[in-house]
């Protein structure tokens, strides 16, 4: 089956620095990919939609000028954390999307811990 | 928010019982899908249901939908230890934007050996 992979799938890092996280589709072309956040014990909550070759849609009250999406191709998208804080610490999670699917095809995540 | 209810939060049978977890929605869909995840890692897809009908069965999982109520209900059947997880319900409740999803709040299961 399809296959998202992401990484790293942990990091830690001091404040004010800047963390990317990748999400690569494996053996499909992901016309459009999704971005999660999600706290302790708590559901999935959409940060930003993108889709290949153009800018991402923001969710309201994500910072789009924080969290950097760069969908640049058909098999990668990319999430940069700029200027990461405490607060920004969480688990984030990339979709990606096959044209004519109906499922998304999920990536195993990323631990963010902001010292 | 529009974010979906679930319920049970958390649930703990033995082995062997089932479960069953329930979702509830707020905005008309396309389908409803279920995901598992295990701690501290992505989703995995378990089942989708359609609008237009009404249950669904995949091995030991059976999906019900009932868009009258805007509920879903998710059993498992027969539940073993490697069944613990969070389960959450999905919706494409964005108006229409299929794989844009609303992620339920999530159903703790833990089935003890």
């Known amino acids: 089956g399809a296959v998202v992979s992401q990484h790293p799938s942990r990091v830690i890092c001091k404040s004010g620095t800047s963390v990317k996280i990748e999400c690569r589709s494996l053996?499909?072309?992901?016309?459009?990919m999704f971005w999660y956040r999600q706290f302790p014990k708590q559901s999935l909550m959409l940060m930003a939609t993108s889709n290949e070759g153009s800018k991402a849609t923001y969710e309201q009250g994500v910072e789009k000028d924080k969290f950097l999406i760069n969908h640049a191709s058909l098999t990668l998208s990319t999430l940069t954390v700029t200027s990461a804080h405490p607060e920004d610490s969480s688990f984030y999670i990339c979709?990606?999307?096959?044209?004519?699917?109906?499922?998304?095809?999920f990536g195993s995540g990323t631990q963010l811990s902001v010292l | 928010s529009q974010q979906g209810e679930e319920d049970p939060q958390a649930l703990s049978i033995q082995e062997g019982e089932n479960a069953t977890m329930n979702c509830s929605y707020k905005?008309?869909?396309?389908?409803l899908q279920w995901y598992r995840q295990n701690s501290g890692r992505g989703l995995v897809h378990l089942i989708l249901i359609r609008s237009n009908e009404r249950e669904k069965h995949s091995g030991r999982l059976r999906v019900t939908l009932d868009t009258s109520k805007k509920s879903s209900s998710l059993l498992i059947t027969a539940s073993r230890a490697a069944d613990t997880a969070s389960y959450f319900c999905?919706?494409?409740?964005?108006?229409?934007?299929?794989?844009?999803?609303?992620f339920g709040t999530g159903t703790l299961l833990a089935v003890q050996p």
């Open positions: 905005t008309s869909i396309n389908n």
């Open positions: 979709s990606g999307e096959q044209a004519n699917y109906e499922k998304l095809f």
């Open positions: 999905a919706t494409d409740g964005y108006g229409g934007a299929t794989n844009k999803l609303i």
């Open positions: 053996d499909f072309q992901a016309t459009t």
